[in-house]
């Protein structure tokens, strides 16, 4: 295992291409502001990115912000090094952009692990509050910025259990009281500030993300899933620390990123869109099916049982909005995407 992350697998950019090439002429002559590009979400972005400009020769140009240059090129050298990317070093909080002559923004920073969110709520919260405002300040300041940022579910707080796939108009959100809820609360107060910034002629679009999965896919303890990715390649038992119940939909970061660059030019400016899936399993099922992909196939266990009669949380999207308004869809199903993961990873597991 090294720092390095290899270019991700060619079918998977191409997929990306040929559910987007309708919008890549929108971006001829873009010039691009990117955050969180060291990020899962942020990394599948800027190389799909770069995909689509060597392919399609579209005079794009991209400055990326990082904190640090160093780790950047040890992590992603074949993005860091390519001739259609400019890195500029700095702070989200703080960002000073080298030009004010950007078309489009993508903000994909001040996505925080648990442990953060958990020990250092207020360093995560203005992470996502003064990195968001100090991004929105600089749309406002040109004249018709697109500005993506990636959001999260986590905005409507606890998904009901009597509803199958949230939508977009549920007025339920997440409570700043709540700690568990703190980072939910921070983004959908995030997503305000850009939705007020389209009287002030920003194309601001909020892209709610849900459940992924895919290469790059943090195997750390951030993610469930990528927990049962983690024991199923070393080849151990897939151990969940509870019952298995909770009910989740997993969207593959090649249709994330498909989903992502279409929101930029083709969504609403000031609305919010869900980015996941509709087709929803339980943990322990999802963890059954990522065992199987290991031969022999693993054992799941989990600690607790489920209580007769228990009520399962959900967390599960509803993409009517994204499928009916911009023909957006999940064309790569869960299995699909288990095992394009399972197939990276046993290659390159960092």
Known sequence: MTDASPPLPA???????????????????????????????????????????????????????????????????????????????????????????????????????????????????????????????????????????????????????????????????????????????AKRKAERRGEASVARGVGFVSARAFALIGPRLPLNGQFAIGNFFEDALAGRSITLSGDGTPVRSWLYAADLAAWCWTLLVRGEPG??????????FTLWDAAQRIAALHEPPLPVTRVTTPPPGATSSRYVPSIARARDELGLDVWIPFDDGIRRTWDWLRTDPT
Not at 271 to 280: D, F, M, P, Q
């Open 11 to 185: 079918a998977d950019l191409q997929h990306v291409l040929d559910h987007t090439r309708h919008v890549w002429e929108d971006y001829r002559g873009a010039r691009i502001f990117l955050t969180g590009v060291t990020g899962f979400v942020g990394s599948w972005l800027l190389e799909t990115l770069v995909h689509a400009e060597s392919t399609l020769s579209l005079g794009i140009k991209a400055t990326v912000l990082v904190r640090d240059r160093a780790a950047f090129e040890r992590h992603l050298p074949h993005l860091a090094h390519s001739p259609l990317v400019r890195i500029h070093v700095g702070d989200v909080r703080m960002a000073d952009p080298p030009t004010h002559a950007f078309t489009h923004i993508v903000h994909c920073a001040s996505a925080s692990p648990p442990q953060m969110n958990a020990e250092r709520p207020d360093e995560v919260e203005e992470i996502i509050l003064r990195g968001s405002e100090r991004l929105i300040e600089e749309a406002e300041t040109g004249k018709g910025i697109r500005l993506l940022q990636v959001s999260s579910g986590s905005v409507y707080g606890p998904q009901p259990a009597s509803i199958e796939w949230l939508g977009e108009a549920y007025t339920g959100e997440a409570d700043a009281g709540e700690a568990a809820q703190r980072f939910g609360a």
């Open 271 to 280: 609305r919010a869109y869900n980015v996941g899936s509709e087709e929803a």
